[in-house]
């Protein structure tokens, strides 16, 4: 049978049979206990009795619905016969009945106003924005210690991750920036070649990848290669209670661990930008060369003449920003890492969306501003 099935059946001797049949599962369409109010309440009977021969399989579902009917007997004080039930069903009940129901067990589930929700919600927001100032306060702290030549962390360790946010980022970041570079060139040089100023995808290109792509596409690669990466080494460092034990030795985890990482990624951070924006400047070229036939020097001219000083310094400087805030949220996240093994594929993960949502947000700020100074 696919669905559980209820039926009734009244003897001589004022006996209400409830036959039970089928599989009576959650996941099926359960019959009402209303069913057999409704029977009782047409013909009061003196005893209930049940049928369960045709029962194939069943589940709490099934207790809940005896439950119910066995209250309604003992409502109207008709007495009920479970003998027609199968033996591990009886009992459950009997195990159910023994320990008396605790007196407002059954209090009904309150669904807040939708006002009081959207307070609590803002609420609960204001932790992780008072946690993230915190953090970025004890690492003001830790740089003042830095200039004054009093934090502690190891020069080989701090080589150790240039090398690694540096020179092992050197593949990913030709391969994304000369793509990018390439895509923004062949969408430039299909709309421009209806004007006959194909020329001029030199100059979408080079101020594009200098003024924005370069330094943003870069931040995103960062984000999700080394900002994860901190997470995770930090986040395993928790769990294996050596940030603890640094502390334990009076050491400032801080000092040692994270002032490391942001400086790594904020000296590399403006070198990988200015290596994408060659990238995407050659990507740009690889297009006008190939699919628009323009000679490489008049490419070249052409990208010299349209970028300007300000744009590589302004990108520069958003490189160095981005640097400072995937270190930033890579770090936090490792830091606030639970003390489970899934706890830290968590935290490498929030390290990721965080950084992108920072650099994302910075580049917008950065537009603005950059605009109303005129830059």
Known sequence: MANPELSFNRTSDATLVVRLAGPWHLRRDMPDPGAVQREI????PKRLAFDGAQITAWDSSLLIFLTEVSELCAQ??????RGGLPTGVQRLLALAEAVPERSGARQGITVPWWLARIGTAFLDMRQPV???LVFL????????????????????????????????????????SFLVGLILAFVGAVQLQQFGAAIYVADLVGIAMVREMGAMMTGIVMAG?????????????????????????????LDFLVLPRMIALCLMMPLL?????LMGILGGAAVGTTMLRLPLLVYYNQT???VHISDLVGGVFKASVYGAL???????????????????????????????????SACGLFSVVFYVLGI
């Open 137 to 176: 306060g004890q690492i003001t702290l830790a740089f003042g210690r830095l200039v004054r030549g009093r934090a502690r962390f190891r020069t080989v360790d701090l080589l150790l991750l240039i090398q690694q946010g540096g020179a092992q980022a050197l593949g990913i970041v030709t391969l994304i």
């Open 304 to 306: 010299a003449a349209a």
């Open 273 to 277: 930008c200015l290596y994408a924006n």
């Open 76 to 81: 109207r004080q008709i007495t009920a016969d």
């Open 41 to 44: 309440e047409s013909a009061a």
């Open 130 to 132: 008072l946690d993230f």
């Open 326 to 360: 995937i270190a930033i949220s890579g770090c936090l996240r490792g830091m606030q890492c639970g003390n489970s093994s899934s706890a830290v594929g968590d935290a490498a993960t929030s390290a990721v969306v965080t950084g992108i949502v920072f650099i994302i």
């Open 225 to 253: 290669r080394t900002g994860a990466a901190y997470a995770a080494q930090l986040g395993t460092m928790k769990v294996t209670q050596e940030i603890d034990a640094l502390s334990t030795m009076g050491i400032s985890p």
